[in-house]
């Protein structure tokens, strides 16, 4: 795993921000320079939209973590669709490629936190990460008392950044041309802003986590990390550490294993919306292993968990039912109370929207398998999306929650697609207990 540095300091961060777009646009002079002496007439945005430009906004990120990573990682997932094809497919690269901070920083971060004698407390201390992320990278440590622990160490720097990354990453990436001009970053940015936030709290993320050990006690299926009260503070978290593999590398075990991960994933979220009243809304593939052994689904980081607001849960089973049951009186009931648009929107508007509707809930409308590898679905809701979004008569952004809501059941399609899994949704919805 590569190991770089975390610029910690405000103004350390914005000098690499500033250095950032100086290269990008040298990089620019440089291949307009090039283009002129085969002949051709580029335009500015072609010079922009360059992959060796993209590359180095994508390797400048992921440098800087924290923030300005996880801004690169909103943008891959919640609008790839909308990116230019460069930069979409060197931002997806985020959500896995992260940098090892070096040995002396964690040194300071575990002195911070547990004061200068910490290392008496362990037999062994692993400071090579067993994962790396956007706020933090986990090691691997062997207590005196023998517990086997991970223990997630938070970037120096991060949450004081947080605020100021963000908005210093949105105007780098719209000034350079790379982001499309009639894209809304806003809602995307007042969502990094606030996940970020959460998740730089370990306090609160250790809370979250302790709290769905608990729910899924009396469900064997599923394991989550004991958490360690007793290591963990505001920039550490300690946990019991747990095996398995990445849940992607599922992607080759049988049918049946592939089909009851993602059953398992899309239960939980039935489960977390109309039982728990909470949402892990994270959808990175990363937060989920599996053990084959056992054959446990294990749950990770619990940093971007929000309680779901009781008017969402019963505006959402509400569209829900009326999907199953074609009314579409209802499901325009519940799009309203959900925020989608209001009584005086265009009929248009509306009949588009409960479209896109019709083809996000097909897995659940399907009395049977759905078999999310040969469903075209993703590519059908992202045209219809599009469409929708580019109407300039029709500007209308969800309310947070609804998006976080989107992301999960978005995160779970693609997961069920890249395990080429059969599940019946249908079945899993009707089995919810207050259905």
Request: proline share 5%.
């Amino acid at each position: 795993m590569l190991s770089s540095a975390v610029p910690s300091g405000r103004w350390s961060r914005l000098a690499r921000l500033g250095s950032l777009a100086t290269t990008v646009a040298g990089g620019m002079l440089a291949e307009g320079a090039r283009q002129l002496a085969q002949g051709k007439r580029p335009r500015i945005s072609d010079l922009l939209l360059t992959p060796a430009n993209a590359r180095r906004v994508t390797q400048q990120l992921a440098q800087l973590r924290g923030a300005a990573m996880k801004v690169g990682q909103l943008l891959s997932m919640d609008a790839g669709d909308l990116l230019p094809p460069e930069l979409s497919a060197i931002l997806a690269q985020l959500r896995s490629d992260a940098r090892a901070m070096p040995k002396q920083q964690v040194l300071a971060v575990l002195q911070a936190s547990w004061g200068a004698d910490w290392q008496q407390q362990f037999q062994q201390f692993h400071f090579t990460p067993v994962a790396a992320a956007s706020i933090g990278q986990v090691h691997r440590a062997l207590h005196v008392d023998g517990r086997m622990l991970a223990i997630k160490i938070q970037y120096p720097g991060v949450r004081e950044s947080i605020d100021s990354d963000v908005d210093n990453v949105a105007t780098l990436l719209r000034v350079s041309g790379l982001l499309p001009k009639a894209l809304d970053l806003q809602p995307l940015l007042a969502q990094a802003k606030r996940q970020l936030h959460d998740e730089a709290d370990y306090l609160r993320e250790g809370t979250y986590l302790a709290r769905y050990g608990h729910l899924l006690a009396d469900t064997p299926a599923f394991l989550v990390p004991e958490l360690q009260a007793d290591l963990t503070t505001t920039d550490v978290l300690a946990m019991s550490f747990v095996g398995g593999v990445p849940v992607e590398q599922m992607a080759l075990a049988s049918q049946a294993e592939r089909d009851q991960i993602a059953g398992l994933l899309i239960s939980l979220l039935f489960r977390e919306l109309f039982e728990f009243r909470l949402l892990q809304t994270d959808p990175n593939f990363a937060n989920y292993r599996y053990d084959a052994q056992t054959g446990q689904l294990i749950l990770l980081d619990f940093g971007a968990t929000r309680p779901c607001k009781p008017a969402l849960v019963k505006a959402f089973r509400r569209l829900l039912v009326g999907a199953l049951a074609g009314d579409r009186a209802a499901m325009r009931a519940a799009a309203i109370a959900l925020g989608y648009f209001d009584a005086y929107t265009q009929e248009r508007h509306q009949l588009a929207v409960l479209a896109l509707f019709d083809i996000a809930l097909e897995p659940l409308c399907h009395d049977g398998l759905f078999d999310f590898e040969s469903s075209d679905l993703a590519q059908r809701l992202r045209d219809a999306g599009m469409v929708l979004g580019l109407d300039a008569e029709f500007w209308h952004i969800p309310p947070a929650d609804v998006l976080f809501l989107h992301r999960k059941l978005g995160g779970l399609y693609l997961l069920a697609a890249r395990l080429k899994a059969r599940v019946n949704v249908h079945q899993l919805f009707k089995n919810q207990p207050q259905f």
